[in-house]
């Protein structure tokens, strides 16, 4: 052979490597992409696959809550109506420890309590005042006046009035704040314009749209009842400390109910029932709370056990010993799904309907 034919001998097996390479090269390639598509698609199915399964998790979790209201109401007209108790108080089954079931063979759990929304202080009954039944002021009894609260009808002339719901909101929250931050009695009218439907402030603590849009995010008042406690966080004055401070004692109605159920409040709550009365302190109050009678108390064992006091001036219509509204908390959790709600029920003649529902925390 030749020089000449070994060398084209030679190009030509250089040419078939380089070929045989940029095929070997173009396949990896096409091996890498499909590879990598490969990946992506079953990445979006195991995706697809649990958001699916947190659907159906989450609508069987609000299955449960929904069902856990049912219970709620029947258990309590159950309860009500074969134990013929006389009034609401906290030795009753519905007040002890939240009630746990497992759910889709201990794939999730259903949790429940509820609680009695007159063993708090109703933010919306700060706009409130007592008023008398027919027959008039000879009606009223020591410690008690008959009746109840309605709307405080604003004008012109009373508008820098202090009302009774202020002040009585006013003494709640002094002792619970630090001192330095806002004042108690500038935080109660605040809370007040923010919920009445007028749009001058009360006073020089007053706050109405005039202050809210001159803020850097501005909004307006609500100038309604507040439909939840965490609306103070938007009120002027407060922040997250003094919310933090009061929020065991207070709550929101969607009516002008402001009663304080001497029956169902804590003895670490006492506050709640000190602020209605006079010429009695507070260790006397919780003394008493602890001491409850296992049927709860009526009006004269109550203030026979305090031994002197009185409802004060501004706590007349408020302090009751008995309860018309309750509020079911129910947490649904389903492997990876959970609901939560907040069902206000009401009352009547042992039977009991659902009148608002809080969805989430």
């Given at each position: 052979?030749?020089?000449?034919?070994?060398?084209?001998?030679?190009?030509?097996?250089?040419?078939?490597?380089?070929?045989?390479?940029?095929?070997?090269?173009?396949?990896?390639?096409?091996?890498?992409?499909?590879?990598?598509?490969?990946?992506?698609?079953?990445?979006?199915?195991?995706?697809?696959?649990?958001?699916?399964?947190?659907?159906?998790?989450?609508?069987?979790a609000?299955q449960?809550?929904?069902?856990?209201?049912?219970?709620?109401?029947?258990?309590?007209?159950?309860?009500?109506?074969?134990?013929?108790q006389?009034?609401?108080?906290?030795?009753?089954?519905?007040?002890?420890?939240?009630?746990?079931?497992?759910?889709?063979?201990?794939?999730?759990?259903?949790?429940?309590?509820?609680?009695?929304?007159?063993?708090?202080?109703?933010?919306?009954?700060?706009?409130?005042?007592?008023?008398?039944?027919?027959?008039?002021?000879?009606?009223?009894?020591?410690?008690?006046?008959?009746?109840?609260?309605?709307?405080?009808?604003?004008?012109?002339?009373?508008?820098?009035?202090?009302?009774?719901?202020?002040?009585?909101?006013?003494?709640?929250?002094?002792p619970?704040?630090?001192?330095?931050?806002?004042?108690?009695?500038?935080?109660?009218?605040?809370?007040?314009?923010?919920?009445?439907?007028?749009?001058e402030?009360?006073?020089?603590?007053?706050?109405?749209?005039?202050?809210?849009?001159?803020?850097?995010?501005?909004?307006r008042?609500?100038?309604?009842?507040?439909?939840?406690?965490?609306?103070?966080?938007?009120?002027?004055?407060?922040?997250?400390?003094?919310?933090?401070s009061?929020?065991?004692?207070?709550?929101?109605?969607?009516?002008?109910?402001?009663?304080?159920?001497?029956?169902?409040?804590k003895?670490?709550?006492?506050?709640?029932?000190?602020?209605?009365l006079?010429?009695?302190?507070?260790?006397?109050?919780?003394?008493?709370?602890?001491?409850?009678p296992?049927?709860?108390?009526?009006?004269?064992t109550?203030?026979?056990?305090?031994?002197?006091?009185?409802?004060?001036?501004?706590?007349r219509?408020?302090?009751?010993?008995?309860?018309?509204?309750?509020?079911?908390?129910?947490?649904?959790?389903?492997?990876?799904?959970?609901?939560?709600?907040?069902?206000?029920?009401?009352?009547?003649?042992?039977?009991?309907?659902?009148?608002?529902?809080?969805?989430?925390?």
């Amino acid at each position: 052979m030749n020089k000449r034919s070994s060398t084209t001998v030679s190009k030509q097996i250089c040419k078939a490597n380089r070929q045989d390479g940029i095929a070997l090269i173009t396949v990896l390639v096409i091996f890498s992409v499909l590879s990598i598509m490969s990946i992506h698609i079953l990445s979006n199915q195991n995706m697809n696959n649990r958001r699916t399964a947190n659907i159906i998790n989450s609508s069987k979790a609000y299955q449960y809550m929904y069902g856990a209201e049912e219970f709620a109401k029947s258990l309590l007209q159950n309860y009500f109506e074969e134990s013929e108790q006389e009034r609401v108080h906290r030795n009753q089954p519905w007040a002890q420890s939240p009630m746990m079931f497992p759910i889709e063979q201990n794939m999730g759990q259903l949790q429940g309590s509820i609680k009695d929304m007159h063993s708090c202080f109703n933010l919306n009954s700060i706009i409130m005042e007592s008023v008398a039944q027919a027959g008039g002021p000879n009606d009223e009894r020591e410690g008690e006046q008959l009746g109840g609260l309605q709307v405080v009808e604003e004008s012109t002339g009373d508008r820098n009035k202090v009302l009774p719901g202020q002040k009585l909101f006013t003494k709640l929250i002094e002792p619970l704040i630090e001192s330095g931050e806002s004042s108690p009695q500038a935080l109660a009218t605040a809370v007040r314009d923010w919920i009445d439907d007028d749009l001058e402030p009360s006073g020089i603590d007053g706050a109405e749209d005039y202050t809210y849009t001159g803020y850097t995010k501005p909004y307006r008042t609500g100038n309604t009842f507040m439909a939840h406690t965490s609306e103070l966080m938007v009120v002027k004055g407060f922040d997250a400390n003094i919310y933090d401070s009061i929020k065991d004692y207070i709550c929101v109605l969607p009516t002008e109910q402001g009663t304080i159920n001497v029956n169902t409040v804590k003895p670490e709550h006492a506050e709640l029932v000190w602020i209605l009365l006079e010429d009695v302190d507070l260790a006397t109050v919780r003394q008493a709370l602890e001491q409850l009678p296992e049927d709860g108390y009526d009006e004269a064992t109550f203030f026979e056990t305090l031994g002197s006091g009185k409802v004060s001036q501004d706590g007349r219509g408020r302090l009751v010993f008995d309860s018309q509204y309750m509020q079911l908390t129910a947490t649904a959790m389903v492997q990876t799904g959970n609901a939560k709600v907040q069902s206000l029920l009401m009352k009547s003649d042992n039977e009991f309907q659902v009148v608002a529902r809080h969805i989430g925390d």
